[in-house]
């Protein structure tokens, strides 16, 4: 007689290499059609060693994928002429910043000066306005596809991969019937990706240590775009065990998601660089994501891709359906 321990596991663990690998095949597609690899400038002006060791996996990623790759480290008083420079240089095809700089407003303003057309991380304004408004082109022939922030873009195709997403819904709709909580409400993620899932068809509770937001397209999706309702009173018991996703990027050690409000078989992705979620996550969830970062730099990878393609007007091809199944993103 088989014993408990005998038993299969019920959840399966899936790594960010796994899903970057499936990601690559598109974008190494995309690069047969371009007459040169395109050269990415990343800048870094501070001494914070997680901006250092992201700048060191963007450049492995690039030399092992085929683009070009250059690091220039600048004082940060000095920073604003060099995008500016950077943004004329017709031999640059993207440009990526190492935030935090200033750690202030100095740092938004920094975002904006970089040319659009050369903003890989999706932060210049009209790339901002368009994801939150749920506009997902930059032409009205629907050809040159809007660039999205990476980390944010990271787990929407964690989730295709997951099959998450609902490739017999149309386009845009196809996480329609999913309910999705996400522990982190920041600028940089957590805000914008409660957005785009929203956008996407899902009910989305947000959460921070200030309470519960609700991001919606309303009943039936009717709605073009997403709305934002204050949820009074609730917090993470009240919304998890609604939710057949949750996603998690608390920063800091002290956070530990509450495992025992978790539905069975929900979706669990951890994006913080601790680990948010206690090893019994795998006795209730069906699939564990631990990690993205890999995903993350595949994606900025294929931003910088998109926005070449754009510039020169090809239409970007979606990987095999096996590899992406929710469709073009």
Not at 31 to 57: I, S, T
Not at 127 to 137: D, E, G, K, P
Not at 241 to 267: C, E, M, Q, Y
Not at 292 to 299: A, L
């Given at each position: 007689?088989?014993?408990?321990?005998?038993?299969?596991?019920s959840c399966k663990?899936?790594?960010?290499?796994?899903?970057?690998?499936?990601?690559?095949?598109?974008?190494?597609?995309?690069?047969?059609h371009?007459?040169k690899p395109?050269?990415?400038v990343g800048?870094l002006a501070?001494?914070?060693?997680?901006a250092r060791?992201?700048a060191d996996?963007?450049?492995?990623t690039?030399?092992?994928n085929g683009?070009?790759?250059e690091?220039?480290?600048v004082?940060?008083e000095?920073?604003?002429?060099?995008?500016l420079?950077a943004?004329?240089d017709?031999?640059v095809?993207?440009i990526?910043?190492?935030?935090?700089?200033?750690?202030?407003?100095?740092?938004?303003?920094?975002?904006?000066i970089?040319d659009?057309?050369k903003d890989?991380?999706?932060?210049s304004h009209?790339?901002i306005f368009?994801?939150?408004q749920n506009?997902r082109f930059?032409?009205e022939?629907?050809?040159q596809?809007?660039?999205?922030p990476c980390?944010?873009?990271?787990v929407?195709?964690i989730?295709?991969?997951?099959?998450?997403?609902n490739?017999?819904?149309?386009?845009?709709?196809?996480?329609?019937?999913?309910s999705i909580t996400?522990?982190?409400r920041?600028?940089?993620?957590g805000?914008p990706?409660?957005a785009l899932?929203?956008n996407d068809?899902?009910?989305?509770y947000?959460v921070?240590?200030t309470?519960?937001?609700?991001f919606?397209r309303?009943?039936?999706?009717?709605?073009?775009r997403?709305?934002?309702?204050e949820?009074?009173?609730?917090v993470l018991k009240?919304c998890?065990?609604?939710s057949?996703?949750?996603?998690?990027?608390v920063?800091?050690?002290?956070f530990k998601?509450?495992t025992h409000?978790?539905?069975?078989?929900?979706?669990c992705?951890n994006f913080?660089?601790?680990k948010?979620f206690?090893p019994?996550?795998?006795?209730?969830a069906s699939?564990y994501?631990p990690?993205?970062?890999?995903?993350?730099i595949?994606?900025?990878l294929?931003?910088?891709?998109?926005?070449?393609?754009?510039r020169?007007?090809?239409s970007?091809?979606?990987?095999?359906p096996a590899?992406?199944?929710?469709?073009v993103v």
């Amino acid at each position: 007689m088989a014993t408990q321990a005998d038993a299969p596991a019920s959840c399966k663990v899936v790594l960010a290499a796994t899903v970057a690998k499936s990601l690559l095949a598109e974008i190494n597609e995309g690069l047969q059609h371009l007459d040169k690899p395109p050269l990415l400038v990343g800048f870094l002006a501070n001494g914070d060693p997680a901006a250092r060791m992201y700048a060191d996996w963007t450049a492995r990623t690039c030399k092992e994928n085929g683009f070009g790759f250059e690091l220039r480290e600048v004082d940060r008083e000095d920073l604003e002429q060099h995008i500016l420079a950077a943004n004329h240089d017709d031999a640059v095809d993207g440009i990526i910043v190492y935030y935090p700089i200033f750690n202030n407003r100095q740092d938004q303003y920094l975002q904006q000066i970089t040319d659009v057309s050369k903003d890989v991380e999706g932060l210049s304004h009209r790339y901002i306005f368009n994801m939150y408004q749920n506009i997902r082109f930059l032409d009205e022939d629907m050809l040159q596809k809007s660039i999205l922030p990476c980390t944010p873009l990271a787990v929407v195709k964690i989730l295709e991969y997951l099959r998450v997403y609902n490739t017999i819904l149309p386009y845009g709709n196809r996480l329609f019937g999913h309910s999705i909580t996400i522990v982190n409400r920041s600028e940089v993620v957590g805000r914008p990706l409660a957005a785009l899932l929203a956008n996407d068809g899902a009910c989305v509770y947000s959460v921070d240590v200030t309470g519960v937001q609700q991001f919606t397209r309303g009943e039936g999706i009717k709605n073009r775009r997403h709305e934002v309702i204050e949820k009074n009173g609730w917090v993470l018991k009240d919304c998890v065990p609604l939710s057949d996703v949750v996603i998690s990027g608390v920063p800091g050690n002290k956070f530990k998601f509450p495992t025992h409000l978790l539905r069975d078989g929900a979706v669990c992705i951890n994006f913080s660089s601790e680990k948010n979620f206690s090893p019994d996550v795998k006795e209730k969830a069906s699939i564990y994501v631990p990690a993205i970062g890999k995903v993350t730099i595949v994606v900025l990878l294929r931003n910088l891709l998109r926005i070449v393609q754009n510039r020169k007007g090809i239409s970007p091809k979606p990987a095999a359906p096996a590899n992406t199944p929710g469709g073009v993103v």
